[in-house]
C-alpha cells in the first residue's frame, strides 16, 4: 500500500524529535503500524502514530530535582528578619476570647 504525501510529512514530524537510533526504529514501527491498519487518512494516521511515537521518546534528565529548590539556598534579610507591621487582630483572637469567660 502507498503511503501518501501527508502522512509522510506526519511521520517526519513525529519522527523529527527522537535521536538517531530510536528515529530508524520508529520510522520502520509506523510504516508497519500504517500497513497493518490501512489507514485512510492524514487524522487516522495521528492517531495510530502519536502514542507509538511517545513510546520511542525518552525524556531527558531532569538535573534541576536533585539540587531541589533554589528560592531556600541562600541567607536573606527577608528570611531573616520580623515580620513588619502590626499583627493580624484575628490571629489571636480564641487567646482573647478565652480570658472573657
Sequence with gaps: MAISEDVELLISELSASLAPPQRHAFLAAARAALAAAGCSGCGAAYRL?????????????????????????????????????????????????????
Design 49 to 101: 502514530l502519536a502514542p507509538l511515537q511517545r513510546s520511542f521518546w525518552d525524556a531527558p534528565p531532569d538535573t534541576r530535582a536533585l539540587a531541589g529548590p533554589r528560592h531556600h539556598g541562600r541567607a536573606s534579610k527577608l528570611i531573616a528578619a520580623e515580620p513588619i507591621g502590626a499583627p493580624d487582630p484575628r490571629e489571636d483572637g480564641r487567646a482573647r476570647r478565652a480570658l472573657v469567660r
